[in-house]
T-cell receptor
Framework: DAKTTQPTSMDCAEGRAANLPCNHS???????VYWYRQIHSQGPQYIIH???NNETNEMASLIITEDRKSSTLILPHATLRDTAVYYC???????????FGKGTTLSVSS | GAVVSQHPSRVICKSGTSVKIECRSL??????MFWYRQFPKQSLMLMAT?????????EQGVEKDKFLINHASLTLSTLTVTSAHPEDSSFYIC????????????????FGPGTRLTVL
């Protein structure tokens, strides 16, 4: 599976949009981009995933560039409860383990 | 949505004892379960993959005789840390794959809440 690169940390003001970038320049055509987050001392929580089209659900939006070499997770109105480590994972095959990198620590403050 | 539970959520044990951690899929059948551990301020590290009814596959550097994994049913996998030592103190997390979900169109893996192990 392709490697991903994320900033170590980001800050966001409560109520503002949080835009978390992820680079996956070696992604191949059949690899999906997944986003998970982990709130302190809890198990990871699935957020969203996509192949090449932009995706939106009740939690977030995922914007994937046309060349698929990078993506951005958007939390439209960040709250204090969105403070967590966000992981961008590229994955080829269903059923295989998710391999976590270091992720981005998002701190939302009032 | 799919729910995965872990028991216990927190355990403290003496050095040299064994500890069993259970991972259950509550509303789906898990053909595959994964075990991770996470040290403070680090990311999740995959330990092993277990398929129901067969032996677990361990990642490089993980001692299979120390971390015994049993996946005897489609809803339960257990991780036993044998002869635990203080360096085994960690946050252990399982995830389960919904066997009824096919392909990549839907998210098919769900994580438990984790078990905090402290070995004195």
């Amino acid at each position: 599976d392709a490697k991903t690169t994320q900033p170590t940390s980001m800050d966001c003001a409560e109520g503002r949009a949080a835009n978390l970038p992820c680079n996956h320049s070696t992604i191949s055509g059949n690899e999906y981009v997944y986003w998970y987050r982990q709130i302190h001392s809890q198990g990871p929580q699935y957020i969203i995933h996509g192949l090449k089209n932009n995706e939106t659900n009740e939690m977030a939006s995922l914007i994937i560039t046309e060349d698929r070499k990078s993506s951005t997770l958007i939390l439209p109105h960040a709250t204090l409860r969105d403070t967590a480590v966000y992981y961008c994972i590229v994955r080829t095959q269903a059923g295989t383990a998710l391999i976590f990198g270091k992720g981005t620590t998002l701190s939302v403050s009032s | 949505g799919a729910v995965v539970s872990q028991h216990p959520s927190r355990v403290i044990c003496k050095s040299g004892t064994s500890v069993k951690i259970e991972c259950r899929s509550l509303d789906f059948q898990a053909t595959t379960m994964f075990w991770y551990r996470q040290f403070p301020k680090q990311s999740l590290m995959l330990m092993a993959t277990s398929n129901e009814g067969s032996k677990a596959t361990y990642e490089q550097g993980v001692e299979k005789d120390k971390f015994l994994i049993n996946h005897a049913s489609l809803t339960l996998s257990t991780l036993t840390v044998t002869s635990a030592h203080p360096e085994d103190s960690s946050f252990y997390i399982c995830s389960a794959r919904d066997g009824a979900s096919s392909g990549m169109g839907n998210n098919e893996q769900f994580f438990g809440p984790g078990t905090r192990l402290t070995v004195l």
